[in-house]
């Protein structure tokens, strides 16, 4: 320890006779590692902790010498702290270099506490888990599904899958064979086995959808064309309830369709003219299906007077055949007129507006 005396009066003549300033004193270096042990735990220390005590050791260093000058150019106010210097923690240029972990300790130790915890919260949120552990399944949510009471002779109501949703949602044609009761009674038990197809996506980028395979229900399930008049009449029925479900009870959709096939029904004799009403239905529907156009009585009446038309010139040409021996045409085998294929031109033709 070294102690600066102030010097005293000068006992020379003179009008420059006073205190005598003197250099201070050269800075004495003590050492740091005091004993054998303390020595040991410093070499132990990573080289990272050892140049941060360093700096801390030069930091207190130059806080010494300050007191020291300041002591030395008046005493009477700034006391000398009677401490030497601190020797640095050698740190040798072959110790290996900072390691991932030091450098990440050193960095967030020069952040803020709150972005310290941020940033070591982000860490241990994106810690890959072990390779030994396996994740836990998630449970099966169930979603709870009320009973309703029924009572003798009562008819359940009617339940419509969600693949008949889909394909309703994306434009899909139905045929009026997938609505009858047995129909509808098949899909909601054997959906996730029935044949899907793939409708190509609308937008770049979107996924395919799945849908059900049309052609593979009617090979499988129930033809549109083989429906007899009273299926054809129950498919109907549960088509408007199935509207009304989806667009809304007395909405535009529902008037529409409940028009449409009111048309048919209260025409002049269904039963006698079922297959031209058949015929004529389907080609209608079709014909939405590719572009959608308001119900207008007067081109109902049309059509299904033409088909009518049809079917009595056919009906009479299988009865001038079976007389006659000769073959039937085409269309009068069918039994459906050329109008159950569909005839593709209403939507493209100008009639859907």
Excluded at 133 to 146: H, Y
Excluded at 241 to 252: D, K, L, N, P
Aim: charged letters at 25%.
């Amino acid at each position: 320890m070294t102690q600066i005396s102030t010097p005293g009066p000068s006992t020379g003549a003179g009008p420059s006779a006073g205190p005598q300033l003197q250099p201070p004193p050269p800075a004495r270096t003590r050492r740091t590692h005091v004993s054998a042990g303390v020595a040991v735990a410093l070499s132990k220390l990573p080289k990272a902790s050892k140049r941060q005590k360093n700096t801390e050791i030069a930091a207190r260093n130059a806080e010494r010498e300050l007191k020291h000058a300041q002591h030395f150019h008046d005493a009477s106010l700034h006391p000398d702290d009677s401490s030497d210097n601190e020797s640095l923690i050698t740190v040798s240029d072959d110790e290996d270099a900072l390691s991932p972990a030091s450098r990440l300790h050193a960095a967030i130790g020069k952040l803020s506490p709150e972005s310290g915890k941020a940033v070591l919260r982000a860490l241990h949120s994106n810690k890959r888990g072990r390779d030994d552990e396996v994740p836990k399944a998630k449970p099966i949510s169930k979603k709870a599904r009320v009973e309703i009471s029924v009572a003798l002779g009562m008819a359940l109501p009617k339940a419509f899958h969600q693949c008949i949703h889909d394909l309703y949602n994306h434009h899909v044609y139905t045929p009026l064979s997938m609505f009858t009761t047995p129909s509808l009674r098949t899909i909601n038990s054997k959906a996730a086995t029935m044949a899907m197809c793939k409708l190509n996506a609308a937008e770049p980028g979107e996924k395919q959808l799945r849908l059900l395979d049309m052609a593979v229900f009617e090979a499988n399930v129930k033809k549109e064309t083989d429906l007899d008049r009273a299926e054809w009449t129950e498919a109907a029925e549960n088509y408007v309830e199935f509207i009304a479900i989806v667009e809304g009870t007395g909405s535009a959709a529902e008037t529409r369709w409940h028009a449409h096939f009111a048309h048919f029904t209260n025409s002049g004799d269904p039963k006698r003219n079922f297959v031209a009403i058949h015929a004529t239905d389907i080609a209608i529907r079709k014909d939405y299906a590719s572009q959608p156009f308001a119900y207008d009585r007067e081109l109902y009446r049309t059509d299904l007077g033409t088909a009518i038309t049809e079917q009595r010139i056919n009906e009479g040409i299988l009865v001038l055949t079976a007389a006659g021996g000769a073959p039937p045409p085409p269309s009068a085998a069918n039994g459906g007129g050329s109008r159950g294929g569909g005839r593709g031109g209403r939507g493209a033709g100008g009639r859907g507006g």
